[in-house]
């Protein structure tokens, strides 16, 4: 079996769908995003969203990267933690949300992270020759073009312990374990395994993964899912699930995509976190659709920077009010 062809045919799909701790996003294939679930700090607050080609969900947080390499957050961005403030970030190609941190990958290999950095989860300066990302509760994952895995954070479960991985295609952070597929399909995992979450190692033809708070998930190349870990919810209880194309798992709830563009979900459905049964047309950005987003936002992404250069509104060009606001006098917007 191919797996490495199983994994490209998959790869776009595995940004399309995410999951937070009492919400679920997904990205259809016009750019736009939907949001269910618990709402309180806007972290739904997606349907103004437009040219989306990526999506990440935090606990209480939304990340969208545009096709122009810029990115958008909703939500929660309170107690000096600034999730949310992505705002002069470009050139990004990847993103990654945390519990209260946030995480892209930039297109020359580098890693960027706004967040409090209690744990130091955003010291990713030094990291070179990263190709993607993943971002747990404390900590956060790396893994380079050699295959191999850097993490920083919070350690306190050993779920930093990625030294020793070899031949890593994908990766996923949990609240307390790390997970990595191999090349050959099985997968390892450090970290937590008070709820069994690390016990993967019976796993085969594996092609994508992902972690929850006490879970962990393994999409197979035939479209079925297996989990291990914490089922308190009924979060493991994807047995029954075919023609998969990409997971996702958040604090207690897991949500799979289907190759139609619908999107199943088992485990806690407080708030009505996954209540996607009406989704449609989740899936990835057509090519062609994606490369028109990507130039005429890259047009706007200059005009605005040249509007921001000569003090003005970035987002009409308009005078803004005076010495003391950033409120455009024309569209009314803070810049």
């Known amino acids: 079996m191919d797996l490495a062809k199983y994994r490209e045919r998959i790869a776009n799909c595995q940004n399309c769908i995410s999951a937070g701790i009492y919400h679920t996003i997904g990205l259809k294939t016009d750019g736009t995003v939907v949001a269910v679930g618990n709402n309180e700090n806007g972290q739904c607050d997606t349907g103004s969203w437009r040219d989306i080609v990526a999506i990440a969900a935090g606990t209480l947080h939304t990340i969208g990267l545009k096709a122009d390499g810029t990115v958008v957050a909703v939500g929660n961005n309170e107690n000096d933690a600034g999730q949310c403030n992505t705002g002069s970030w470009r050139d990004i190609v990847a993103v990654a949300a945390g519990t209260v941190h946030t995480v892209g990958l930039k297109a020359d290999g580098t890693v ?20 993607a990302i993943a971002a747990g509760t404390l900590h956060t994952v790396g893994l380079k073009t050699d295959s191999m895995v850097v993490t920083v954070g919070n350690n306190e479960a050993g779920q930093c312990n990625t030294g020793s991985w070899r031949s890593i295609v994908a990766i996923a952070a949990g609240t307390g374990h790390t997970v990595g597929l191999k090349s050959d399909g099985t997968v390892v995992v450090v970290g937590n395994n008070k709820d069994g979450q690390c016990n993967t190692d019976t796993w085969r033809d594996i092609v994508a993964v992902a972690a929850g708070s006490a879970h962990t998930i393994g999409l197979k190349a035939d479209g079925t899912v297996v ?4 089922n308190v919810a ?69 005009q605005s920077d040249k509007w921001v250069s000569q003090g003005l509104c970035k987002y009409c060009g308009g005078k803004l009010g005076g010495l003391f606001t950033k409120k455009c006098k024309s569209c009314g917007k803070v810049n």
Request: hydrophobic share 35%; with cysteine; glycine share 16%.
């Open 112 to 131: 960027v992270a706004v967040e409090n950095n209690k744990a130091g989860q955003c010291n990713t300066g030094s990291w070179r020759d990263i190709v």
């Open 227 to 230: 989990a291990v870990g914490s």
């Open 234 to 302: 009924g979060q493991c209880n994807t047995g029954s699930w075919h023609d998969i194309a990409a997971i996702a798992a958040g604090f207690a709830h897991t949500v799979g995509l289907k190759v139609d563009g619908t999107v199943v979900a088992v485990g806690n459905n407080e708030a009505g976190l996954y209540n996607t049964g009406s989704w449609g047309d989740i899936g990835p950005v057509p090519e062609e659709k994606r490369r028109t987003m990507e130039e005429e936002g890259k047009c706007r992404l200059e």
